[in-house]
Structure formats: structure tokens, C-alpha cells
């Protein structure tokens, strides 16, 4: 199977592509001969410039789907261009909330099989060959499809880097969405934004962390000053997600975030495999824990047996002796 | 209101995982547990039939070797009764196979809600739930935070990437919930004697109208060609502190031009 035209499921945000998008985009340019995106939203028009530029060639406009839920809608138009005839060979699709839903639901629609969590692609033989991260990141394991595509690729974020290759703005192709019934009956009805300031985490060029160590809730509150200190982004283990000390967003790990950063800072965090999966790719890793045996340490670059609740505010307090 | 709660039942995430040197299929000998994921999903689809003023909670599972294990625990929890799928042919299921029996399970409880978690612990695809809606011809709402459900509709706060959204959709509908969506109770003694006694219909793929190259490794269509030990990152300086392990830190972060 010769692999000549891939799609990307196109996510933006805030009238941009998310870097996820633009991750995709850029894997894709090296898979296939054309290059398409999927895209949704009152404004794909405006992001036709970079899509372009990281690839595209041409950006299927579903347009504004207004309150409706992205997965039914959107894996309904792909399934309506594939039954067509105009589908492609290979469908890449970012790991995130909608990013599943239209990959399980196009996966049950055309009948076709889904590989996940991929940290990388390749082709070998002209065969698209699936990379899993498996038990916490200790082991890859390599799989692919053995049936006619199209092959449905479900990629974690992070998993290549986005570089523009300076094409021009991709064409933007207005296509109908088709009814899909009962199936998209769910409505947001409200949207709340939590505010945050400072670096995102998934761009953030350091991280710091905080985990159960800390010990209670108000406890995070050190995580922040010292991130802010180091415009660094604060983050999270599930275990403080889980106990309500920070919102969700924060977590990084198997089920949250994936980070790259230049500087992980990990505070009172055990280092189970579902988090070092999401913090392994850091360029350099420091670890605070008191627990000599703590798995953290037997990755981190500079490791202290540690009180965070003595090394932290002493790193505050000469960081803050510098500014 | 009659829920119907998928639940996973896994190797214990405690011990070591590993796949079968052949087949590349995850090794599910021994006893299977509830997936924790899952037990999320049996609170919240025992509240919200208690809230409705009753109905029926019935458990969905599809493992090998006629497993209860797992269902056992979730009945213990209080949900009436289970539908188990086992059969050998689905040895070497993907997503998309089981999706297909869990969808032909589920059509049997005629639910007017079906609760599954966003992902399971062992396989973590994270697409059954939408595979299985989709193949309903079920609106879906996934990764819920919180759930409410009246006249006849369900509203959920689902996580976004931005915070959260509140989202309405009519019943029936699949939705899946987040670990933070309720505290799910311990069985009690009570519960346990009682799980002893609840209904554990078995069922063979034949018997949900599913053909066997539909499902298992016949119907996956994907294979695992290779599995290889990923290269480790090595332990680098331990500073066991002293009071001064800080300023070990910020020179590191000077050396890294950090600071
Ligand atoms: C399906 C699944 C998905 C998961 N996904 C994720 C995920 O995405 N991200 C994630 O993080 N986890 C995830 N987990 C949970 C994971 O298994 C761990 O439970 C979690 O990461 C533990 O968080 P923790 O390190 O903060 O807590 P703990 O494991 O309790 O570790 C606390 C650490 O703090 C140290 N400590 C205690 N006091 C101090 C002190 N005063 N000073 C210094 N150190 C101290 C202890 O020695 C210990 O090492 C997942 C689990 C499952 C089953
Ligand atoms: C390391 C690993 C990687 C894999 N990668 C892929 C892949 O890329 N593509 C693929 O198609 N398959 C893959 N599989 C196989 C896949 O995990 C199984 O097919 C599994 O039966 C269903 O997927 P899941 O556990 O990933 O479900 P998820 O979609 O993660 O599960 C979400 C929820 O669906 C419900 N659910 C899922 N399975 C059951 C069940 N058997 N009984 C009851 N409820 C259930 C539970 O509520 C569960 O929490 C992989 C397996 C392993 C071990």
C-alpha cells in the first residue's frame, strides 16, 4: 500500500492550530505526497496560513459546528468523503478530548480498526508503522494494520516537533457536514475558562511539579511562587488532581499532559510509570523527594534526598535574593 | 432509570505487565480485578438511578476465562446484575471488536444511560466508549467531571482543555467519566454476601448475533510486530541534603543557562 495522500484532523483554539495540529502536519509532510486538513470552527479561513505553511496543501472546511459536540459531526463528513471516493490513505489524529471521540466514531463508522497512543510513525516497505510507548514508557512496541486503510493513526501530543516548511496558505475547501442523527444531540450549553497565567505546560521550557509530598493542599501554593520564580509552568501528579488540590489541566502523565521541556522540576512526586511516561522526554530532570528509594530518582539528572518542605522555600528565598 | 456500566477487569496494575511472546496480546492469567477506572462509573450509575427514584444498574464486561472476579466487586458495590461476554475467540481483540460486543451486551439491558470510563488501565486506547456510542447510534459525552441527570436528559461537565463545558444531551446516551467524578464506595460486608447471589449472565459472541471473524484476532486487523526494551534514562548525581542542597539546584540551573 502506497501511502499518497494522509489527513490531519485540525484542531485549533483562539482562532489558531494547536501545536498538536501543527505537530501532525509536520509528520505528515513526511509520509505522503499530499498533505489535507480536517478543520472545524467559525474561523478556518484564518488558519488556513499556517496549515498551509506546516504542509497542508488544501483545509476541508466543516465550518462553524456552533453548540454541537466536534466527534459525531466531524467523523460523519470524514466517513461521507471516504464512502465518496475522495479519502485519503492515512488519517492522523492528535490525542486530545475531541481528538477520540472523532477517531472511535469514524473507527466504528467506515468499519475500520484504530491504532493509539503513538509516540512516533514510520514507514517501513511503504507500510505505516505504529511506535507505542507500553508500561510506563519501559518498552516500545511497534504494530500496524494488515487490512485496506484507511489507516486511523491516534497520536499522543509531543510526539514530533512542528516546523513551518514555508508552503503557501492551504486552499480552503468548504465540504458538507452530513446529518448524523441522534448521534449529535449533545449541546454545550455553557463554556467556563479557568484562568491561568504563565507559560502553558505542554510549552513551557520548565516545568515544576508538585505531588502528594507536599502534604496538603495550600501546600501547592510554594509549587507556584517557585514556578514563577523560573517562569516555569506549574504541573501536577494525579494524585493532587485526584484530591482536588489543582484543576485537571495541571496533571502531567499517561492520562494528562506529555512534557518536553528543558528543566523538570519534580517535588514530592514518586515517579509511577503513568507520570514518567508524561515527563520522560524532559531534557533534564531534578527530583526532590525524601524517600532515597523513590523511583524518581533512578532517572533524574540531579536527584536530592529532600524535605521539599526545606529545600523548596530555601530555593525560593535565593532565587528571590537574585531577582 | 436502567444505567449500564461498562466495566474492565484486568491484571492487577500492581504486578509487572507483560505480553505473550507470540501473540503480543497482553498476558491475562491469574485473577482479574475491577480496573479502578471503572469503579467511577458504578458509583456514579448507582447514585444517579437511586436520584431517579430506582431502576437497574447492570455491569457490561467482556474478559477471557469466564472472569467475575471484577463483577463480583462492582455487584458488591450494589449494582443488580452483569452480562459477561467470554469466549476464546476474542483473544487478541482491538478496540473496534470489542466495541462491537460490548455494543451487542449493552442493546440487551436497554439502558437509558451507558457509563464507561475515559480510558482503562491496561490497554488505554481511550476509543472503545466512542466506538461503542457510535455503534449504538448514541449521542456521546466524554470526560465527565460531573453528572446530572433529569427529565430525561443528562447534563455533564465535561474537561476541556481550557477548563470546562457544561453539555446537555438528551437520553439515551454514553457517557464517560473522569476518576474525579465521585468517591465510589468500599463494598460492604453486606454487599458481599449479597454480590454472591446476583444474576452473572454468560454470553458466547454467537449468542449476540456477532460472527466470530468479527471480533478477536481475526476481526483486529492490526498486529504488534515487535516489542523492544525503549532506552532508559540513566540515574545521574544523588545529593542527599544538608541544608544546602538549593544552591546544588540553582547551580545546575545556572549550568543549564535556566537562570
Ligand atoms: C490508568 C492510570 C493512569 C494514570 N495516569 C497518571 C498520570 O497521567 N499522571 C500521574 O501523575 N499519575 C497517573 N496515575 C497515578 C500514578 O499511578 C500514581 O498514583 C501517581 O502518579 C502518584 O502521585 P504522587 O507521586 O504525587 O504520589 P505518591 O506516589 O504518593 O508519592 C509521593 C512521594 O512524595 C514523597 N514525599 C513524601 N513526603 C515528602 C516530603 N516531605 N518531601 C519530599 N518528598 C516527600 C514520597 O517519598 C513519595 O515518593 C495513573 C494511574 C492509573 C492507574
Ligand atoms: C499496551 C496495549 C496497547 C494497545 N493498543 C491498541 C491500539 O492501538 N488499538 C487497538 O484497537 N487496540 C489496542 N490494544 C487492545 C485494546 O486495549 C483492547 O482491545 C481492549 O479490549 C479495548 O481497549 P482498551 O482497554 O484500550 O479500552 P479503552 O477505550 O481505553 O477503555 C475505555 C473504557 O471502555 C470500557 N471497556 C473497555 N474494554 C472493556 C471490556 N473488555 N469490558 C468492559 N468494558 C470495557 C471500560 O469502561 C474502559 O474503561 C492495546 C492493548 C494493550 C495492552
Known amino acids: ?323 | 432509570m436502567n444505567v449500564a456500566v461498562c466495566v474492565k477487569q484486568i491484571p492487577d496494575p500492581a504486578a509487572p505487565g507483560s505480553l505473550h511472546p507470540d501473540t503480543k496480546n497482553l498476558v491475562r492469567e491469574g485473577k482479574l480485578i475491577l480496573d479502578d477506572s471503572d469503579s467511577y462509573g458504578v458509583e456514579m450509575a448507582l447514585q444517579l438511578a437511586e436520584h431517579a427514584g430506582g431502576g437497574e444498574v447492570t455491569l457490561v464486561s467482556m474478559a477471557p476465562n469466564e472472569e467475575t472476579s471484577g463483577l463480583r466487586t462492582a455487584l458488591a458495590m450494589g449494582a443488580a446484575r452483569a452480562i459477561l461476554v467470554s469466549d476464546e475467540t476474542l483473544a487478541g481483540s482491538d478496540a473496534l471488536g470489542t466495541a462491537k460486543v460490548l455494543a451487542a451486551a449493552i442493546k440487551r439491558a436497554e439502558p437509558d444511560l451507558v457509563m464507561a470510563a475515559t480510558e482503562s488501565t491496561d490497554g488505554y486506547t481511550g476509543t472503545t466508549p466512542a466506538q461503542v456510542a457510535e455503534l449504538l447510534g448514541l449521542p456521546s459525552v466524554t470526560f465527565a467531571k460531573r453528572i446530572d441527570v433529569s427529565e430525561g436528559s443528562v447534563r455533564v461537565e465535561r474537561q476541556t482543555e481550557a477548563g470546562y463545558d457544561e453539555v446537555e444531551c438528551p437520553l439515551p446516551a454514553l457517557v464517560t467519566v473522569t476518576a474525579g467524578v465521585v468517591e465510589p464506595r468500599y463494598p460492604s460486608f453486606k454487599g458481599i454476601m449479597a454480590a454472591k447471589g446476583k444474576p452473572v449472565e454468560q454470553l458466547k459472541v454467537t449468542d449476540l448475533g456477532l460472527s466470530p471473524d468479527q471480533v478477536g484476532s481475526a476481526g483486529a486487523r492490526q498486529e504488534v510486530t515487535d516489542v523492544a526494551a525503549a532506552e532508559e534514562r540513566k540515574a545521574g548525581e544523588i545529593v542527599v541534603d544538608e541544608g544546602d542542597a538549593h544552591e546544588r539546584i540553582i547551580a545546575f540551573l545556572e549550568q543549564l543557562k535556566v537562570l
Open chain 1, 1 to 323: 500500500m502506497a501511502i499518497d495522500k494522509v489527513w490531519v484532523v485540525a484542531e485549533s483554539s483562539g482562532g489558531a492550530p494547536t501545536s498538536l495540529t501543527l505537530e501532525l502536519l509536520t509528520k505528515a509532510r513526511s509520509l505522503g505526497s499530499v498533505v489535507e486538513a480536517v478543520a472545524w470552527g467559525g474561523d478556518v479561513a484564518s488558519t488556513a496560513g499556517e496549515l498551509g505553511s506546516h504542509g497542508a496543501s488544501k483545509v476541508y472546511d466543516l465550518g462553524d459546528l456552533g453548540d454541537a459536540l466536534p466527534g459525531s459531526r466531524v467523523a460523519a463528513a470524514i466517513a461521507a468523503q471516504i464512502q465518496a471516493g475522495n479519502g485519503p490513505d492515512l488519517i492522523l489524529i492528535g490525542t486530545s478530548y475531541d481528538g477520540r471521540d472523532v477517531a472511535g466514531r469514524l473507527s466504528a463508522r467506515i468499519d475500520r480498526p484504530v491504532l493509539t497512543n503513538l509516540v512516533d510513525l514510520t514507514v517501513e516497505d511503504g507500510v505505516p508503522v505504529a511506535h507505542h510507548a507500553i508500561f510506563g514508557g519501559t518498552q516500545t512496541a511497534r504494530s500496524r494494520f494488515t487490512a485496506e486503510g484507511p489507516g486511523i493513526f491516534v497520536v499522543r501530543a509531543k510526539s514530533f516537533a512542528a516546523e513551518p516548511a514555508g508552503g503557501p496558505a492551504a486552499e480552503v475547501a468548504p465540504v458538507e457536514v452530513p446529518e448524523a442523527g441522534a448521534t449529535d444531540t449533545a449541546r454545550v450549553r455553557e463554556r467556563h475558562v479557568e484562568e491561568r497565567t504563565g507559560p502553558q505546560l505542554d510549552e513551557a521550557d520548565v516545568v515544576v511539579s508538585g505531588g502528594r509530598g507536599l502534604g496538603q493542599a495550600e501546600k501547592y501554593e510554594m509549587i507556584e511562587e517557585l514556578a514563577k520564580l523560573l517562569k516555569a509552568a506549574p504541573g501536577a501528579s494525579r494524585a493532587i488532581v485526584d484530591a482536588g488540590w489543582v484543576p485537571y489541566a495541571y496533571q502531567v502523565g499517561q492520562t494528562g499532559k506529555t512534557v518536553k521541556p528543558t528543566v523538570y522540576l519534580a517535588c514530592g512526586i514518586s515517579g509511577a510509570t503513568q507520570h514518567m511516561v508524561g515527563m520522560k522526554g524532559a531534557k533534564n530532570i531534578i527530583a526532590i523527594n525524601k524517600d532515597q528509594e523513590a523511583p524518581i530518582l533512578s532517572i533524574a539528572d540531579l536527584g536530592i534526598v529532600g524535605d521539599v518542605h526545606k529545600v523548596v522555600p530555601k530555593l525560593i528565598d535565593a532565587l528571590k535574593a537574585r531577582a
